[in-house]
């Protein structure tokens, strides 16, 4: 990892020095490309990392969900932005993008309609938080919609 830090750590002068000559498209271009492709490195590098130390645990940050999510039983609103998921299908983090506290309502009835019992719901202007059961799996779903981007964030476990 001290390598590709080092690659950042090369690379982030440079598109610098890009961003300063920024005056013509040409430039703007390449810029852009540069900091597209730095952002990707840095993404990929703190995901390598996390799934380091938690120990083996998949990262996405690609708006993929993460490996062995149980998509079929566990319905999501909005975009998906990425996730991690535990060794040996432990358990699954997933975050979407949404619009705010009617998209958590949205992803409770989902949830319902799915087959899962809530246990917890609450919610106000700018938050929510809910705990579901059904056969297989256990979700909490939390928004935190304080900002201009809203996020639902989904913890998915086996029961």
């Known amino acids: 990892m001290t390598s590709r830090r080092a690659r950042l750590a090369v690379v982030a002068p440079a598109v610098a020095a890009l961003l300063a ?7 703007d271009n390449v810029v852009g490309g540069a ?3 730095i952002q990707n ?3 990929r590098i703190i995901g390598d990392g996390l799934s380091d130390v938690l120990g083996g645990a ?3 940050t690609d708006g993929e969900l993460p490996p062995g999510f149980p998509e079929g039983d566990v319905p999501l609103v909005g975009e ?13 983090v997933v975050q979407t993008d949404v619009a705010g506290v009617d998209d958590f309502t949205a992803a409770v009835e989902a949830l319902a309609a799915a087959g899962f019992t809530e246990t917890f719901a609450d919610s106000d202007a700018t938050s929510g938080a809910a705990s579901l059961t059904s056969d297989t799996h256990r979700v909490q ?6 900002s201009e981007n809203p996020v639902l964030t989904y913890i998915v476990t086996r029961v």
């Open 80 to 92: 998906v932005r990425g996730g991690a998921s535990a060794p040996e299908e432990g358990g699954w």
């Open 141 to 146: 779903v939390a928004l935190a919609a304080e």
């Open 41 to 43: 490195e840095a993404e």
């Open 58 to 60: 998949g990262i996405t």
């Open 21 to 27: 000559l920024s005056g013509c498209s040409v430039v």
């Open 35 to 37: 900091r597209e492709g």
